[in-house]
């Protein structure tokens, strides 16, 4: 049986005939399993809203089978979420936006974890993308921050405790949630004579989030909360969390592992929160990552004092559980006492990432109970995202996004224009002479796997179509910069590229996979060309950058579109931390590009998808400069122009599905 709460004496039945070891005593041995989901992201049920059809690939649904399998596995075991949750399909936002889930009635995500018997969980930065209102409810919280009134009602929420200490109420100066929880329970342990007897054991549970979030969801937080350090938190509160009796201290950091000199600020800080005094073990996340993966090349995950093949952060055991469902973490501890604590054996303590793709390609079946509790979530989110709000004579897709195809990305970045232009004239005259530009991301790049693309067919083009071209709910902001930072700006999106040895025979990967395709922002205007050198190397990429036929200038200024994610700081990029931002916009980057198919009616190749702003500078590599995407695509590739593409398998021998292709950069 799984652990059981001293508060819930139906649940100690499995215990019943067991005697209780009253210390322990010296010698008592237990395992404990910390099971992990982290990033869900709304993905309730293995299906894809954008593509209106099945995905086996992810959903909690699928993951509920690994969680039976593990609880059977270990009789004593947590259920943690790591955070990310509440947003990230049509579902999420069909349930925020579109029609409000009601005080009574529960998130599906959480009716879902609600049946799973989630333990606890901790908060991702995206929880807080729908604002501090629509958190306050469906958490069943009662926040004392400006914009949710005193009087509000507590709403249903999840079943489970939630956990975050490093985020705080700029009027009580107090966490918004609680930092920490102590869970009291009995396991099931053996004896120093070896038999099973059981035992107590008290596990402290805290989370961190992102201090980023601050920035990045600015409208809804800016003057209401403010965030302290990871590091610093974890050192405030972990003392007082043994000093209230933690046999076992837990650590929820919705955050990856990132070896930059550390700062309050830090992204991704767990490499630093490993290193403090009392943390026994670290679910992470916000990667989108497996960890551990001994096949890595990470940057982070090749730090000294990480061992990504065991699954240790400084000897701290650590996992990640990848993203939307696709994966279980599994910690299990192996606990011996010592005559006056726990301690963890670290020889025998394991570590996995364990994936719902079997051995043979297929996927584990999905927990029907699940899609029962959703039903009507689910029928009513189809229903919305197929209203139609214009029609295309072309296919938008990001197969080939990273080397070239635009088709995907032109729509969003002339809607943003446009939106941008029209707000400077209603609101903005003294900003009426500067050249208006926009960057957007091909969000979907197969990061997530094989079907991890945008693809929007030709024909009727509806709100799912929208969402698929634009994923996240982001708020659409413009900063304005010169010449010189736009250069910089173009030179951080370089990254998304390895650097290329033209007297290299060997294959060369084209594509650096550790640089998000999310954070690749190109323009797609006439206005504006430049080319990307994969020959040289970071920072010294972008080559013949003309504005109207001209070098562009270094003090020329304009005012760029982007999204509040971008603008705020996400993703590093120099200059780009809020202060150059001269329109923070009410309205959503989805609903403008929404509202702009509508207006164009007719959206066709030659007027929104063949603008291209960039190529690669031209270079005769000796050996084949290669990349990865869905196979059998090379007819997409040829409309978008793509004449020095050619697929070499259709299946690249990864076990994931995805083919081999090659780019001649020579044309």
């Not at 107090?174 to 009291?184: A, N, S, V």
Request: glycine fraction near 8%.
């Amino acid at each position: 049986m799984r652990l059981v709460h001293l508060a819930l004496p139906l649940l100690l039945a499995g215990c019943a005939g067991l005697p209780s070891d009253n210390g322990p005593r010296a010698g008592t041995q237990a395992t404990l399993a910390l099971l992990e989901t982290t990033d869900l992201h709304a993905n309730v049920l293995s299906y894809d809203y954008y593509k209106l059809q099945a995905d086996p690939a992810l959903g909690l649904e699928r993951t509920a089978t690994l969680i039976k399998q593990a609880r059977a596995e270990y009789p004593n075991n947590l259920l943690i979420d790591n955070g990310d949750a509440l947003q990230g399909t049509a579902l999420a936002d069909y349930q925020a936006l579109v029609q409000p889930v009601a005080c009574g009635d529960t998130l599906a995500i959480y009716k879902a974890m609600n049946q799973l018997k989630v333990d606890i969980a901790g908060i991702g930065n995206h929880e807080f993308n729908y604002g501090l209102a629509y958190l306050n409810q469906v958490t069943a919280s009662h926040f004392d921050v400006d914009g949710v009134p005193a009087d509000a009602p507590r709403c249903a929420g999840p079943d489970f405790p939630i956990v975050l200490a490093n985020i705080y109420s700029a009027r009580t100066r107090q966490p918004l949630f609680t930092p920490y929880r102590i869970l009291t329970r009995e396991i099931i342990a053996n004896g120093p004579e070896g038999k099973p007897l059981r035992a107590t054991i008290k596990i402290g549970v805290i989370g961190f989030t992102p201090p980023g979030v601050l920035s990045w969801d600015k409208r809804w937080l800016e003057g209401k909360v403010y965030a302290e350090g990871v590091r610093e938190t974890a050192q405030k509160y972990i003392p007082q969390m043994r000093a209230e009796g933690a046999d076992l201290i837990v650590a929820v950091s919705h955050g990856g592992v990132d070896g930059a000199p550390y700062t309050p600020q830090m992204e991704n800080a767990n490499y630093y929160l490993a290193q403090v005094p009392g943390v026994d073990a670290l679910l992470i996340g916000h990667e989108h990552l497996p960890f551990p993966d001994a096949a890595s090349q990470r940057a982070g995950f090749n730090l000294p004092g990480v061992d990504k093949v065991k699954g240790t952060i400084y000897g701290v055991p650590a996992v990640m559980a990848n993203l939307w469902g696709k994966h279980l973490g599994v910690i299990g501890l192996h606990l011996t006492y010592d005559g006056s604590r726990w301690v963890i054996d670290k020889s025998r303590t394991t570590v996995e990432a364990r994936s719902t793709k079997q051995a043979d390609g297929s996927y584990v079946a999905a927990d029907p109970a699940i899609a029962a509790l959703v039903a009507n979530e689910h029928a009513a989110t189809i229903r919305y995202v197929q209203t139609p709000v214009g029609t295309s004579d072309f296919r938008m897709t990001s197969y080939f996004a990273d080397v070239g195809d635009i088709s995907a990305i032109e729509l969003v970045n002339q809607a943003q224009t446009a939106y941008v232009q029209d707000y400077v004239k209603a609101n903005l005259p003294q900003y009426a002479a500067l050249p208006v530009l926009s960057m957007a991301s091909p969000f979907k790049t197969g990061a997530a796997g094989v079907a991890d693309y945008t693809d929007v067919k030709p024909g009727a083009v509806a709100l799912n179509n929208a969402a698929d071209l634009y994923l996240y709910p982001n708020a659409l902001h413009a900063v304005k910069l010169n010449g010189a930072q736009l250069k910089a700006w173009l030179e951080k999106s370089a990254e998304r590229f390895n650097r290329i040895d033209p007297a290299a025979t060997a294959p060369q990967e084209q594509v650096n996979t550790g640089f998000a395709g999310f954070n690749f922002d190109m323009l797609t205007n006439a206005d504006i060309r430049y080319q990307i050198d994969v020959t040289q190397p970071v920072g010294q990429r972008i080559a013949g950058l003309h504005y109207k036929g001209a070098p562009l200038s270094p003090t020329q200024e304009f005012l760029i579109a982007t999204n509040n994610y971008r603008a705020s700081g996400g993703g590093g990029f120099p200059g780009l931390d809020g202060s150059r931002t001269v329109i923070a916009a009410p309205d959503s980057s989805r609903d403008v590009l929404i509202a702009y198919i509508r207006k164009t009616g007719q959206l066709t190749r030659a007027h929104n998808g063949a603008t291209r702003s960039w190529r690669f500078a031209p270079v005769a590599t000796k050996g084949p400069v290669v990349f990865h995407s869905a196979p059998n695509q090379l007819d997409l590739a040829r409309a978008a122009g793509l004449a020095n593409v050619s697929q070499l398998k259709a299946d690249d021998g990864g076990g994931k599905g995805f083919a081999l292709y090659s780019i001649d950069l020579s044309k």
